[in-house]
């Protein structure tokens, strides 16, 4: 009956880990491309900036809560397909999205203003 169980959190672990980095990335790109076109406009608007800011980190926040649930039902079902795939893949989506906002950050301080 334990094997069971632990087979039944891995399986429910692996699902909220799938249902997070799906949510997480789609909107986080979405964010980055908000918080780029804010920041690199002559005229900021600062408040947008901040918002689309603190959703990109929530959704790193939520990647590697994904990546951790994946750990976990893996730790919990050793057999878990499932469980390896979810962290392979949260483990690349994670790495992308760093890149990704690490870039944006870069190319936004790379405009240059003239007057």
């Known amino acids: ?26 909107i986080a790109p979405v964010c980055m491309f908000v918080w780029y076109s804010t920041a690199s406009q002559r005229q900021q608007d600062t408040e947008l900036m901040d918002a689309m800011l603190a959703v990109v980190v929530c959704c790193l926040i939520g990647m590697i809560t994904s990546l951790i ?10 057999q878990s397909k499932w469980a ?17 906002a690490f870039f944006f ?3 936004a301080s790379q405009y240059h203003y003239y007057t």
């Open 84 to 100: 390896l795939i979810c962290i392979i893949i949260s483990g690349i989506l994670l790495v992308t999205t760093l890149l990704s």
């Open 1 to 26: 009956m334990s094997a069971e169980k632990g087979k039944n959190i891995s399986k429910v672990f692996c699902g909220i880990s799938t249902a997070l980095m799906i949510i997480c990335d789609l």
């Open 69 to 78: 649930l994946a750990i976990v039902a893996r730790i919990k079902n050793r």
């Open 105 to 107: 950050i870069w190319a």
